[in-house]
């Protein structure tokens, strides 16, 4: 009718259904206007429900504990409460407020008295049905009331009374577990009445499952809740550990059994969960491992195992082994071990036809259900062949006997030997099996989050397998993966197994099979590498067999923990090349989570040690090539239909022809094409990301203007981050459509969605750095193989004029403003400098205007690029940049956020590196013109940041050295510059003496060398000169950490006059200090530092040659005293090594500038020896011409001895 009429079905309402209102006249004292609900009821009008409720409510607050009918009307008012159902589900406009119900609960709870006892049952299932459906949150003193209440009830009231009274107390106490702490000493004490009803002896079933649901409820823990004080944990965790580890009583259903255990496992799983868990010593962890071990396979047909009371921490396989009493056939030699080794030629392709078009009738929708029904259609479809269709022969939970694992009830339903009723009770105890398997995965899965990653490496083999070498298979986590018929169990399965991969690389980094095995024993690092091919032969196994999509992209999402933690490097190739083409059917799955994981999958592929030359080689290969590999279920998985194409399975991933850049990567292409063709990966996420979708049936996606609908936001989101990985790893093979994936992230730009803006963001950024990367010296790249300079300036000119600009203006986002910036600081410096001015200026105007934005992650974002441009060419030398820039980051300084004084900080740094590149290059006249006070500015602020947080400090102090080495002696002698020079060199001496880390440290002993390095400032007069020395004296002898040591050395080797060393005193102080670290250089404690053992002799032996040029005769008596004894022999022998370049130059602190002296080959070395033994012996003649004494003249015989001993011993090696 609806549609005849031209009215859609809500707005068609029957005559009978519209309220009739009485006429009104208007007037002021006419009732106000209800609006109505689009079912034509006014909106505020009361359900039947809640009217129930306030009548019920009503009369029972007008009831008082001296009434006649008080037992009546009690029972009339609960009967009627208990009758209606207050379900949201079912009723969403219920709005009964939480305040009422406490009330009402309370009143009720003092009419009703503890020796009636049938009132007692009906007031407890009231207090759980109203809780309970209206998910009331109770206050404390209705708590506190309830709680008592029924605590009373459990001590005055009958047994027979005392399961409804727990179901009561377990729905109050729900996550109030720490409010309750009065009346837990009386519940979990230790005549406690829970303790008594959930302890293993309790022979009525019914009480034990509601007490350990009881203390389960009390032991969970709500987010943003204090956890359960520790006593009653460790309680809880001792009876529900006891009773998993307790036989099942005898002539005791299993049904209620597992009901039991269930809730036992539920209270387990809020232990583990409530809160930081320490296991108790001894085998407390294992007890509790071996118990949820055995709980995973309940129930599981064909499982008959010894199980051990304990699994401990060792790679024993002897812990479980099949039943003795179990017989077994030998296993046929069958072709199951070649198949599963190449998945795509299985000896079960002819089962998983008609398996595959079953399912795209009903087994994937029915099996993909999250409700109750699933185990049960699971069970139907293994039945019928569905589950074990896909399974490779010889797979089954036992390979020496398959078909006595399987009984009569899973083979066929024709065949079963139970009748109706039986068959009904025998599927729902194999649900609550399942649903037992399920809670003990779930309790597992909290071990895995809770427990510390390095106590668990020692239980893997007890859930993760390597290939056996003989009998049968072991039962693990991948048994159930792969055969277990509940999809949620199966699920659950692969969570366990996501958690302990991940975080595990570097568990995983020791395995390697590279070389061959010994034959004497198998090294951990064979087992560790055999067991990553066992996950990956098992996982791709359950890759082709899976039907459910949750579970299907639970696997999918194991295989990329897998993928981002396994050391492939050390790993024969071959394991992701099968895994990279089984992918590829799955990119056109129905499902949307599906295709979502395979490209996290394949994200992680690309991510994973890039590069690999496996991944190289896969990515370089065409679409075509993998023809051959793919499942038989393809044309299930396939939802992208082309014309043309009469077979689904083969349909090319191109959802658009008029475009010849979207045409069939399957087309053959001629070998220089195929070398020359982007990969397939990225021409796949293109168009993931472009085009839109053909086939809808997702019924979601962006639309656009012409009405077709692209990819969910999830898939496009995902292909975006798959494309940046790709670029950021293999930038070689992405180079070659640089342009094509410019203009995707313009598009995603061009979008209204945030996130997609981010993303194209985030790729332009990649595609920046690659750049970036390729242009860096130290990369050896050849100039064929960069991306053309014509080309980067064409591609950042179109970048540029794009909606790039939009993104940086885009105040509603700051994430994406943010990304932008960040976008603009991977332009590379030529390229900049080929830019349009209008081009230049814009960007940094912009930049100069971000970094007064109100939101802390922006102005970060715009301080960091205008540091990273402080650094280019083109702009480094234009003063009005640099000052625009310098006032700009000095306020940046002030900043309340301790992110935007870090990046101010470090731009800082960067400025100043460009005042000293320029004084280097430009000259005098740079210093001239920029302006002193700005200088004076600089020179506080970076001495107020390094005393600031140590990431502010570590740059601020690079930059404070900078400085002291750009002033002039014009500005150093300048009044004004006196207190800020002082402040400054105390505050480098302070940072060196400090316990900061040591990134700050020897950063400020590089800039006190730096402030060295310029002869305008006056080390011998100055007050604050001595204590410069002093504190690089101390730690060059004493610090822990020998890069810092290098740093301190390299420093006092940095002023070039004797004059700089100050009086005789100090000359020798460092000299001795010198002397003493050399001495010292190899005692360390911890052998990270013991690599750093040869840079620091080496500086320290360029150091000490470093004061032996410039020492004069007053310093001699130190020297000869220091070289005559064995002190001398000592420092000769690592002269000699540091002479012939013997001991090793680098000074292996990357990303720290030279020390100096490490280019200087032998020779020069020895070259620079001989001119200070020439200045000396001058030294020597004119003491003897001036007739001095003959103490002086024997010292600096000494001094020239020992320097033509060293000479010649260098000379004759």
Same mark, same amino acid.
């Given at each position: 009718?609806?549609?005849?009429?031209?009215?859609?079905?809500?707005?068609?309402?029957?005559?009978?259904?519209?309220?009739? !209102?009485?006429?009104?006249?208007?007037?002021?004292?006419?009732?106000?206007?209800?609006?109505?609900?689009?079912?034509?009821?006014?909106?505020?009008?009361?359900?039947?429900?809640?009217?129930?409720?306030?009548?019920?409510?009503?009369?029972?607050?007008?009831?008082?504990?001296?009434?006649?009918?008080?037992?009546?009307?009690?029972?009339?008012?609960?009967?009627?409460?208990?009758?209606?159902?207050?379900?949201?589900? #079912?009723?969403?406009?219920?709005?009964?407020?939480?305040?009422?119900?406490?009330?009402?609960?309370?009143?009720?709870?003092?009419?009703?008295?503890?020796?009636?006892?049938?009132?007692?049952?009906?007031?407890?299932?009231?207090?759980?049905?109203?809780?309970?459906?209206?998910?009331?949150?109770?206050?404390?003193?209705?708590?506190?009331?309830?709680?008592?209440?029924?605590?009373?009830?459990?001590?005055?009231?009958?047994?027979?009374?005392?399961?409804?009274?727990?179901?009561?107390?377990?729905?109050?106490?729900?996550?109030?577990? &720490?409010?309750?702490?009065?009346?837990?000493?009386?519940?979990?004490?230790?005549?406690?009445?829970?303790?008594?009803?959930?302890?293993?002896?309790?022979?009525?079933?019914?009480?034990? =499952?509601?007490?350990?649901?009881?203390?389960?409820?009390?032991?969970?823990?709500?987010?943003?809740?204090?956890?359960?004080?520790?006593?009653?944990?460790?309680?809880?965790?001792?009876?529900?550990?006891?009773?998993?580890?307790?036989?099942?009583?005898?002539?005791?259903?299993?049904?209620?059994?597992?009901?039991?255990?269930?809730?036992?496992?539920?209270?387990?799983?809020?232990?583990?969960?409530?809160?930081?868990?320490?296991?108790?010593?001894?085998?407390?962890?294992?007890?509790?491992?071996?118990?949820?071990?055995?709980?995973?396979?309940?129930?599981?047909?064909?499982?008959?195992?010894?199980?051990?009371?304990?699994?401990?921490?060792?790679?024993?396989?002897?812990?479980?082994?099949?039943?003795?009493?179990?017989?077994?056939?030998?296993?046929?030699?069958?072709?199951?071990?070649?198949?599963?080794?190449?998945?795509?030629?299985?000896?079960?392709?002819?089962?998983?036809?008609?398996?595959?078009?079953?399912?795209?009738?009903?087994?994937?929708?029915?099996?993909?259900?999250?409700?109750?029904?699933?185990? =049960?259609?699971?069970?139907?479809?293994?039945?019928?062949?569905?589950?074990?269709?896909?399974?490779?022969?010889?797979?089954?939970?036992?390979?020496?006997?398959?078909?006595?694992?399987?009984?009569?009830?899973?083979?066929?339903?024709?065949?079963?030997? /139970?009748?109706?009723?039986?068959?009904?009770?025998?599927?729902?105890?194999?649900?609550?099996?399942?649903?037992?398997?399920?809670?003990?995965?779930?309790?597992?899965?909290?071990?895995?989050?809770?427990?510390?990653?390095?106590?668990?490496?020692?239980?893997?083999?007890?859930?993760?397998?390597?290939?056996?070498?003989?009998?049968?298979?072991?039962?693990?986590?991948?048994?159930?993966?792969?055969?277990?018929?509940?999809?949620?169990?199966?699920?659950?399965?692969?969570?366990?197994?996501?958690?302990?991969?991940?975080?595990?690389?570097? !568990?995983?980094?020791?395995?390697?099979?590279?070389?061959?095995?010994?034959?004497?024993?198998?090294? !951990?690092?064979?087992?560790?590498?055999?067991?990553?091919?066992?996950?990956?032969?098992?996982?791709?196994?359950?890759?082709?067999?899976?039907?459910?999509?949750?579970?299907?992209?639970?696997?999918?999402?194991?295989?990329?923990?897998?993928?981002?933690?396994?050391?492939?490097?050390?790993?024969?190739?071959?394991?992701?090349?099968?895994?990279?083409?089984?992918?590829?059917?799955?990119?056109?799955?129905?499902?949307?989570?599906?295709?979502?994981?395979?490209?996290?999958?394949?994200?992680?592929?690309?991510?994973?040690?890039?590069?690999?030359?496996?991944?190289?080689?896969?990515?370089?290969?065409?679409?075509? @090539?993998?023809?051959?590999?793919?499942?038989?279920?393809?044309?299930?998985?396939?939802?992208?239909?082309?014309?043309?194409?009469?077979?689904?399975?083969?349909?090319?991933?191109?959802?658009?022809?008029?475009?010849?850049?979207?045409?069939?990567?399957?087309?053959?292409?001629?070998?220089?094409?195929?070398?020359?063709?982007?990969?397939?990966?990225?021409?796949?996420?293109? %168009?993931?990301?472009?085009?839109?979708?053909?086939?809808?049936?997702?019924?979601?996606?962006?639309?656009?203007?012409?009405?077709?609908?692209?990819?969910?936001? &999830?898939?496009?989101?995902?292909?975006?981050?798959?494309?940046?990985?790709?670029?950021?790893?293999?930038?070689?093979?992405?180079?070659?459509?640089?342009?094509?994936?410019?203009?995707?992230?313009?598009?995603?730009?061009?979008?209204?969605?945030?996130?997609?803006?981010?993303?194209?963001?985030?790729?332009?950024?990649?595609?920046?750095?690659?750049?970036?990367?390729?242009?860096?010296?130290?990369?050896?790249?050849?100039?064929?193989?960069?991306?053309?300079?014509?080309?980067?300036?064409?591609?950042?000119?179109?970048?540029?004029?794009?909606?790039?600009?939009?993104?940086?203006?885009?105040?509603?986002?700051?994430?994406?403003?943010?990304?932008?910036?960040?976008?603009?600081?991977?332009?590379?410096?030529?390229? /900049?400098?080929?830019?349009?001015?209008?081009?230049? %200026?814009?960007?940094?105007?912009?930049?100069?205007?971000?970094?007064?934005?109100?939101?802390?992650?922006?102005?970060?974002?715009?301080?960091?690029?205008?540091?990273?441009?402080?650094?280019?060419?083109?702009?480094?030398?234009?003063?009005?940049?640099?000052?625009?820039?310098?006032?700009?980051?000095?306020?940046?300084?002030?900043?309340?956020?301790?992110?935007?004084?870090?990046?101010?900080?470090?731009?800082?740094?960067?400025?100043?590196?460009?005042?000293?590149?320029?004084?280097?290059?430009?000259?005098?006249?740079?210093?001239?013109?920029?302006?002193?006070?700005?200088?004076?500015?600089?020179?506080?602020?970076?001495?107020?940041?390094?005393?600031?947080?140590?990431?502010?400090?570590?740059?601020?102090?690079?930059?404070?050295?900078?400085?002291?080495?750009?002033?002039?002696?014009?500005?150093?002698?300048?009044?004004?510059?006196?207190?800020?020079?002082?402040?400054?060199?105390?505050?480098?001496?302070?940072?060196?003496?400090?316990?900061?880390?040591?990134?700050? =440290?020897?950063?400020?002993?590089?800039?006190?060398?730096?402030?060295?390095?310029?002869?305008?400032? &006056?080390?011998?007069?100055?007050?604050?000169?001595?204590?410069?020395?002093?504190?690089?004296?101390?730690?060059?002898?004493?610090?822990?950490? #020998?890069?810092?040591?290098?740093?301190?050395?390299?420093?006092?080797?940095?002023?070039?006059?004797?004059?700089?060393?100050?009086?005789?005193?100090?000359? @020798?102080?460092?000299?001795?200090?010198?002397?003493?670290?050399?001495?010292?250089?190899?005692?360390?404690?911890?052998?990270?530092?013991?690599?750093?053992?040869?840079?620091?002799?080496?500086?320290?032996?360029?150091?000490?040659?470093? %004061?032996? @040029?410039?020492?004069?005769?007053?310093?001699?008596?130190?020297?000869?005293?220091?070289?005559?004894?064995?002190?001398?022999?000592?420092?000769?022998?690592?002269?000699?090594?540091?002479?012939?370049?013997?001991?090793?130059?680098?000074?292996?602190?990357?990303?720290?500038?030279?020390?100096?002296?490490?280019?200087?080959?032998?020779?020069?070395?020895?070259?620079?020896?001989?001119?200070?033994?020439?200045?000396?012996?001058?030294?020597?003649?004119?003491?003897?011409?001036?007739?001095?004494?003959?103490?002086?003249?024997?010292?600096?015989?000494?001094?020239?001895?020992?320097?033509?001993?060293?000479?010649?011993?260098?000379?004759?090696?």
């Amino acid at each position: 009718m609806a549609a005849q009429t031209g009215l859609s079905p809500q707005a068609h309402v029957r005559r009978s259904d519209v309220p009739v !209102f009485p006429p009104v006249a208007l007037s002021a004292e006419a009732a106000p206007f209800t609006p109505l609900r689009t079912d034509g009821w006014q909106l505020g009008s009361l359900s039947d429900a809640e009217k129930q409720f306030s009548r019920c409510a009503a009369r029972l607050r007008a009831l008082r504990a001296d009434s006649d009918q008080l037992r009546e009307e009690l029972n009339l008012l609960f009967d009627q409460l208990l009758s209606e159902n207050y379900n949201k589900t #079912f009723e969403p406009s219920i709005n009964i407020r939480p305040e009422d119900v406490c009330s009402l609960l309370k009143h009720v709870s003092c009419l009703v008295p503890l020796s009636q006892e049938h009132l007692v049952i009906k007031l407890c299932q009231l207090v759980h049905h109203l809780l309970n459906q209206l998910k009331v949150i109770m206050d404390e003193k209705t708590l506190d009331v309830l709680v008592n209440y029924t605590a009373s009830a459990l001590k005055v009231c009958s047994t027979w009374t005392h399961s409804d009274i727990l179901l009561a107390l377990s729905t109050i106490v729900y996550g109030n577990g &720490p409010q309750c702490h009065h009346h837990l000493s009386n519940l979990l004490g230790e005549d406690g009445v829970l303790l008594l009803y959930s302890s293993p002896s309790q022979a009525n079933l019914e009480l034990r =499952r509601v007490a350990l649901t009881c203390m389960a409820n009390i032991c969970l823990r709500i987010p943003g809740q204090p956890p359960l004080d520790d006593q009653y944990r460790s309680v809880s965790f001792s009876v529900f550990l006891k009773t998993l580890q307790s036989p099942r009583p005898p002539n005791t259903d299993e049904l209620f059994y597992c009901m039991v255990i269930q809730a036992t496992l539920k209270g387990l799983q809020c232990c583990l969960s409530g809160g930081k868990w320490k296991f108790g010593g001894g085998e407390e962890l294992g007890s509790v491992l071996a118990s949820l071990k055995r709980l995973m396979f309940q129930g599981v047909p064909g499982v008959s195992v010894e199980w051990p009371p304990v699994l401990y921490p060792a790679p024993l396989p002897h812990y479980e082994g099949l039943s003795a009493l179990k017989p077994t056939e030998p296993p046929k030699p069958s072709e199951a071990p070649k198949d599963a080794a190449v998945p795509g030629k299985t000896s079960g392709n002819k089962k998983r036809k008609p398996r595959g078009k079953g399912k795209k009738m009903s087994t994937e929708e029915s099996r993909g259900d999250d409700g109750e029904e699933d185990e =049960r259609e699971a069970v139907s479809a293994l039945e019928k062949g569905g589950r074990e269709g896909g399974r490779v022969e010889g797979e089954s939970w036992s390979k020496p006997s398959a078909p006595s694992l399987y009984p009569s009830w899973k083979r066929t339903s024709s065949d079963s030997e /139970f009748s109706d009723p039986e068959g009904n009770a025998q599927s729902k105890l194999r649900l609550y099996h399942g649903r037992v398997r399920q809670a003990a995965l779930h309790c597992l899965l909290a071990v895995m989050k809770g427990v510390e990653k390095r106590t668990l490496y020692g239980y893997w083999s007890s859930f993760i397998p390597d290939s056996p070498i003989g009998g049968p298979p072991p039962l693990t986590l991948l048994t159930i993966i792969l055969k277990d018929p509940s999809p949620k169990v199966r699920a659950s399965a692969l969570q366990v197994l996501s958690a302990m991969l991940d975080g595990s690389r570097q !568990f995983l980094a020791v395995a390697e099979d590279t070389a061959s095995p010994r034959t004497s024993y198998t090294p !951990f690092s064979f087992s560790l590498a055999t067991a990553v091919r066992e996950l990956h032969r098992s996982l791709s196994l359950a890759l082709l067999a899976e039907t459910s999509p949750q579970t299907l992209t639970q696997v999918i999402k194991c295989l990329a923990y897998l993928v981002a933690n396994a050391p492939y490097h050390r790993l024969r190739p071959g394991l992701l090349g099968p895994l990279w083409k089984q992918l590829r059917p799955y990119v056109r799955h129905r499902d949307v989570n599906v295709r979502v994981s395979v490209l996290t999958l394949y994200g992680a592929l690309v991510t994973t040690q890039a590069p690999l030359p496996e991944v190289q080689l896969l990515l370089r290969q065409p679409e075509g @090539s993998s023809s051959g590999s793919f499942s038989p279920q393809d044309s299930a998985l396939s939802w992208r239909q082309r014309d043309g194409v009469s077979s689904p399975s083969r349909a090319p991933f191109t959802p658009s022809q008029q475009s010849s850049r979207t045409h069939s990567p399957r087309v053959p292409r001629t070998p220089v094409e195929e070398d020359s063709a982007p990969p397939w990966l990225l021409q796949l996420c293109v %168009l993931l990301v472009t085009q839109p979708r053909e086939d809808q049936s997702d019924g979601e996606g962006a639309g656009t203007g012409e009405g077709a609908a692209l990819e969910p936001s &999830p898939v496009r989101l995902e292909a975006l981050q798959v494309m940046s990985h790709l670029v950021r790893g293999y930038f070689s093979l992405a180079q070659a459509c640089l342009c094509e994936i410019g203009h995707v992230s313009a598009r995603c730009l061009g979008e209204t969605d945030p996130s997609i803006q981010l993303h194209g963001a985030k790729l332009l950024e990649e595609l920046g750095t690659g750049i970036i990367q390729q242009y860096r010296a130290e990369n050896n790249v050849p100039e064929s193989s960069r991306v053309p300079m014509s080309q980067v300036v064409l591609f950042w000119s179109e970048v540029l004029s794009g909606p790039l600009n939009g993104a940086l203006q885009n105040e509603q986002h700051p994430t994406l403003q943010t990304s932008a910036c960040d976008t603009l600081s991977t332009i590379l410096p030529q390229a /900049f400098a080929q830019l349009p001015d209008k081009t230049q %200026l814009m960007c940094i105007t912009m930049l100069l205007g971000l970094t007064y934005s109100e939101n802390y992650l922006v102005k970060t974002a715009a301080v960091r690029a205008l540091g990273v441009y402080i650094l280019f060419p083109c702009l480094r030398e234009d003063v009005m940049f640099v000052a625009d820039t310098a006032n700009t980051i000095l306020a940046a300084l002030d900043d309340r956020s301790p992110n935007v004084r870090a990046k101010a900080a470090w731009s800082l740094g960067n400025l100043t590196d460009t005042l000293i590149v320029n004084m280097e290059s430009v000259g005098v006249d740079f210093q001239e013109e920029l302006s002193d006070m700005l200088l004076l500015k600089m020179l506080q602020a970076a001495t107020r940041a390094s005393a600031d947080k140590d990431r502010v400090k570590s740059n601020a102090v690079r930059a404070l050295g900078n400085l002291l080495h750009f002033l002039r002696h014009s500005q150093l002698t300048r009044s004004a510059f006196q207190r800020p020079l002082e402040d400054a060199v105390r505050a480098l001496v302070k940072t060196v003496q400090s316990e900061a880390t040591m990134k700050v =440290r020897w950063n400020a002993c590089y800039a006190l060398g730096n402030a060295f390095r310029n002869p305008a400032l &006056p080390l011998d007069s100055a007050p604050w000169s001595s204590d410069a020395f002093s504190s690089l004296c101390h730690v060059v002898t004493s610090c822990k950490n #020998f890069k810092v040591r290098i740093k301190s050395a390299a420093a006092l080797a940095v002023p070039a006059h004797r004059g700089c060393y100050g009086d005789t005193k100090r000359f @020798s102080c460092v000299w001795r200090s010198l002397a003493t670290a050399l001495e010292n250089s190899e005692d360390t404690n911890d052998f990270l530092e013991y690599r750093y053992s040869a840079s620091l002799r080496h500086t320290l032996s360029q150091a000490l040659l470093h %004061l032996l @040029s410039v020492s004069q005769s007053q310093d001699m008596p130190a020297l000869g005293a220091s070289l005559a004894g064995e002190e001398g022999r000592g420092i000769k022998e690592h002269l000699i090594k540091y002479l012939r370049a013997e001991d090793g130059g680098g000074e292996g602190a990357q990303g720290e500038k030279d020390t100096g002296g490490d280019g200087f080959t032998p020779q020069q070395r020895i070259g620079g020896l001989q001119q200070t033994l020439i200045r000396l012996k001058v030294l020597k003649a004119e003491e003897e011409g001036r007739g001095e004494e003959e103490k002086g003249k024997e010292v600096v015989v000494v001094v020239v001895n020992f320097l033509e001993d060293l000479l010649r011993t260098c000379e004759e090696l």
